[in-house]
């Protein structure tokens, strides 16, 4: 910042401080959109682990795409988003948007790995794929930003790390009754040739 200064005065600065302070927001914007995105899907995925009983036979069947739901698959990328947005709202704008473009990259292979029953619960803005804003790719490694606050959005992040339920197996298959009701019919024709035998 005092680089920034030296180079465009007083005046400068300001403005200079302005438009570092407004990207800085909008980037906060993306990742709390990102989070809120993120946190609806895993609360789908979380939803899908109740209704077991209406795809564990894919499951156990080995169905291609059909896998356990697990809702902590979106820790990494929640937490790297968290991290971005302490450094951005700390001043560390370079810092933030490396981590941000990292987060991005966790989210888009928890999002390759979604299974079919949950994807297919899915709406459109849940299946978009995470992208860094244009302007992140601009932003210099060494480069600063006001600072501020933390979001009330930020809880978004620690909402997700909190949950924990996550299904290690699917129920057994259920093998199929081999009742084979031509076998009752016999028995039944034969007990009743001994009671007649009998009297």
């Not at 401080?17 to 959109?33: C, P, T, V, W, Y």
């Not at 790719?137 to 930003?145: G, M, N, Y």
């Amino acid at each position: 910042m005092a680089a920034i200064g030296r180079k465009a005065g007083n005046s400068g600065f300001d403005k200079q401080l302005k438009k570092a302070g407004s990207q800085r927001d909008r980037l906060i914007e993306f990742i709390l959109q990102r989070l809120q995105t993120v946190k609806s899907i895993q609360n789908t995925e979380l939803l899908e682990i109740k209704n077991v009983r209406t795809w564990y036979k894919e499951v156990a069947k080995g169905h291609e795409g059909y896998t356990l739901p697990d809702p902590t698959r979106w820790h990494e990328c929640a937490q790297q988003y968290r991290r971005a947005i302490e450094a951005l709202c700390n001043g560390n704008m370079g810092q933030g948007v490396r981590l941000l473009e990292n987060a991005c990259e966790l989210e888009r292979a928890a999002n390759d790995t979604i299974p079919v029953q949950v994807r297919e619960k899915l709406n459109k803005p849940q299946r978009t794929q995470a992208e860094a804003p244009d302007t992140a790719a601009k932003v210099a490694a060494t480069a600063s930003c006001p600072t501020r606050n933390l979001p009330a959005g930020i809880r978004l992040a620690y909402d997700i790390l909190s949950i924990s339920d996550k299904m290690e197996n699917a129920p057994p298959m259920q093998p199929l009754r081999n009742l084979q009701w031509w076998n009752f019919s016999d028995n039944e024709e034969e007990e009743e040739e001994e009671e007649e035998g009998g009297d």
